[in-house]
C-alpha cells in the first residue's frame, strides 16, 4: 500500500468530511476532524486527534478527492497494554465470556465501571458452537457470540433449515486495525481463511463483513464474506413477515462498502414498516472500543444520535453490529437484529 504520508497529498482541504465526522460535530474543533487529523500526519505532528478518531470512516464516504483515510490514521495510532489485552479477549469468545462475568468482582476500574452500564445483568453466554464441517460458515462476530447469544441461536435455527452450517467464532481484526495494530489484524485475517477454506462467511456482524471485504487491499487476502442480510437476499430466501414498526440504525462501516442496501431489502422484504431517522449512518456512539476508552467524547456522540433517533418516533430500531446495539439500547431504544426478526 500507499505510505501513510504520501495519502495526504490528496487530500484537499474541502471540509466535505466535517460534518460526517462524529467528534468534529461534538466538540467543532478541527484537531479532532478528519482535515485536523491528515493535516497533523502531513506535518508529523503528534497530534491527540490521532486517539480522539472513532475510525467510523464516515469521511470517506463524503470525500470527493477519495482520499484513504483509514490507510493514513492506522499507521499514527497508538496501542496499549490494555487495548492488547481487549485484542486478546476479542481473538478467543471463550475467554471473552469467562472474563466478562468476572468482571463484577473488579468493578472499581473505571473501564469495568463502564463496560457494566451497557451490560444486562446475566447477558453474558457462552459462544454457540458446532463440530460439522458446514456448507457454509457461521461467524457471528466477538462481542454477538457472548452477549447476544440468542441472536446468534435465531441465525443458526433459521440458516440449518436449508444449509449445513459450521461456525467459527473468533475477531474478525476491525478492532486490532482501528488500534493501529495492522499487524494483528492481518495474523487473524490470515489465520480466518485457512479455517473457512473458500466457503461462504456469513456474519451477523455488518462492519465485521465490511471490513473482511477490505482484506484483500490491507492484506492481499480473499474471503467470502457476507453480511447476514446481504446472504439472505442475494440467496433469494424467503423471509417470514413482520407486523410492525422500526427505524433502522446502519452501521458506519457497513455504510461505507454499502452493505445497507441489503439490510434495507431484507427488512422492506419482510414487511415491516419504516419510520425513518435523521442520519440513519451516523456514528453511534461506540466506535468499537472508544465508549470505553474514550467515555466523555462516547456520551457526547451518543446523545447527538440519540437526538436523530427520536425524530423517528420509533421505539424499536434495527440494528446489525453488537457494539452499536449496546450504544443504542443505552439510549432506552429495544433494539433488533434482522435475526432477532426471523422466528416472530
Same mark, same amino acid.
Given at each position: 500500500?500507499?505510505?501513510?504520508l504520501?495519502l495526504?497529498e490528496m487530500?484537499?482541504?474541502c471540509?466535505?468530511? /466535517?460534518?460526517?465526522c462524529?467528534?468534529?460535530?461534538v466538540? @467543532?474543533?478541527?484537531v479532532?476532524?478528519?482535515?485536523g @487529523?491528515?493535516?497533523?500526519?502531513? /506535518?508529523? !505532528?503528534?497530534?491527540?486527534?490521532?486517539?480522539?478518531?472513532m475510525?467510523? @470512516?464516515?469521511?470517506?464516504?463524503?470525500c470527493?478527492?477519495?482520499?484513504k483515510?483509514? #490507510?493514513?490514521?492506522?499507521p499514527?495510532?497508538?496501542s496499549?497494554?490494555?487495548?492488547?489485552?481487549?485484542?486478546k479477549?476479542?481473538?478467543?469468545?471463550k475467554?471473552?465470556s469467562?472474563?466478562?462475568k /468476572?468482571l463484577? &468482582?473488579?468493578?472499581?476500574?473505571p473501564?469495568?465501571e463502564?463496560f457494566m452500564?451497557?451490560?444486562?445483568?446475566?447477558?453474558?453466554?457462552?459462544p454457540?458452537?458446532t463440530?460439522?464441517?458446514?456448507?457454509i460458515?457461521l461467524f457471528?462476530?466477538?462481542?454477538e457470540s457472548?452477549?447476544?447469544?440468542?441472536?446468534?441461536e435465531k441465525?443458526y435455527?433459521?440458516?440449518?433449515?436449508?444449509?449445513?452450517?459450521?461456525? !467459527?467464532?473468533g475477531?474478525c481484526?476491525?478492532?486490532h486495525?482501528?488500534n493501529?495494530n495492522h499487524?494483528?489484524?492481518r495474523?487473524?485475517?490470515?489465520?480466518?481463511?485457512? &479455517?473457512v477454506?473458500?466457503?461462504?462467511?456469513i456474519?451477523? #456482524?455488518?462492519?465485521?463483513?465490511?471490513?473482511m471485504?477490505?482484506?484483500?487491499?490491507?492484506f492481499? !487476502?480473499e474471503i467470502?464474506?457476507?453480511d447476514?442480510?446481504?446472504?439472505?437476499? &442475494?440467496?433469494g430466501?424467503?423471509?417470514?413477515?413482520?407486523?410492525?414498526i422500526?427505524?433502522?440504525?446502519?452501521?458506519?462501516?457497513?455504510? @461505507? #462498502?454499502?452493505?445497507?442496501?441489503?439490510?434495507?431489502?431484507?427488512?422492506? &422484504?419482510?414487511?415491516?414498516k419504516i419510520?425513518?431517522?435523521?442520519?440513519?449512518h451516523?456514528?453511534?456512539?461506540?466506535g468499537g472500543?472508544y465508549w470505553?476508552s474514550?467515555?466523555k467524547?462516547?456520551?457526547?456522540?451518543?446523545?447527538?444520535?440519540k437526538?436523530k433517533?427520536?425524530?423517528?418516533?420509533a421505539?424499536k430500531v434495527?440494528?446489525?453490529?453488537?457494539?452499536c446495539?449496546l450504544?443504542?439500547?443505552s439510549m432506552?431504544?429495544?433494539?433488533?437484529?434482522?435475526a432477532d /426478526?426471523?422466528?416472530?
Amino acid at each position: 500500500m500507499i505510505s501513510s504520508l504520501k495519502l495526504t497529498e490528496m487530500c484537499t482541504h474541502c471540509g466535505f468530511c /466535517l460534518e460526517t465526522c462524529p467528534t468534529y460535530v461534538v466538540t @467543532r474543533n478541527e484537531v479532532h476532524s478528519p482535515r485536523g @487529523r491528515i493535516e497533523a500526519v502531513r /506535518l508529523g !505532528i503528534n497530534s491527540v486527534g490521532f486517539e480522539t478518531c472513532m475510525y467510523c @470512516r464516515l469521511c470517506e464516504t463524503a470525500c470527493p478527492a477519495g482520499v484513504k483515510y483509514g #490507510q493514513i490514521i492506522t499507521p499514527v495510532r497508538k496501542s496499549s497494554t490494555k487495548k492488547t489485552l481487549m485484542e486478546k479477549m476479542l481473538e478467543n469468545p471463550k475467554l471473552l465470556s469467562k472474563s466478562l462475568k /468476572l468482571l463484577d &468482582k473488579v468493578s472499581s476500574y473505571p473501564e469495568v465501571e463502564r463496560f457494566m452500564k451497557f451490560i444486562k445483568p446475566n447477558e453474558i453466554s457462552e459462544p454457540l458452537e458446532t463440530n460439522d464441517e458446514g456448507d457454509i460458515i457461521l461467524f457471528p462476530g466477538c462481542i454477538e457470540s457472548v452477549i447476544f447469544r440468542r441472536t446468534v441461536e435465531k441465525a443458526y435455527k433459521f440458516l440449518s433449515k436449508n444449509y449445513k452450517i459450521k461456525i !467459527i467464532n473468533g475477531c474478525c481484526g476491525l478492532a486490532h486495525i482501528s488500534n493501529g495494530n495492522h499487524e494483528g489484524a492481518r495474523k487473524l485475517a490470515m489465520k480466518l481463511a485457512e &479455517k473457512v477454506k473458500g466457503k461462504k462467511v456469513i456474519t451477523l #456482524q455488518s462492519n465485521c463483513a465490511a471490513f473482511m471485504k477490505e482484506y484483500k487491499e490491507w492484506f492481499g !487476502i480473499e474471503i467470502n464474506s457476507n453480511d447476514f442480510a446481504e446472504f439472505l437476499i &442475494k440467496e433469494g430466501i424467503e423471509l417470514p413477515k413482520v407486523s410492525d414498526i422500526f427505524t433502522i440504525h446502519y452501521p458506519c462501516h457497513a455504510y @461505507r #462498502q454499502k452493505l445497507t442496501t441489503h439490510i434495507r431489502n431484507a427488512v422492506e &422484504k419482510m414487511g415491516v414498516k419504516i419510520s425513518e431517522m435523521e442520519d440513519p449512518h451516523f456514528e453511534c456512539g461506540a466506535g468499537g472500543d472508544y465508549w470505553i476508552s474514550h467515555p466523555k467524547l462516547s456520551d457526547m456522540v451518543i446523545n447527538v444520535k440519540k437526538e436523530k433517533i427520536a425524530k423517528s418516533k420509533a421505539k424499536k430500531v434495527i440494528v446489525t453490529n453488537s457494539v452499536c446495539a449496546l450504544a443504542i439500547r443505552s439510549m432506552g431504544y429495544d433494539v433488533y437484529h434482522i435475526a432477532d /426478526l426471523l422466528d416472530t
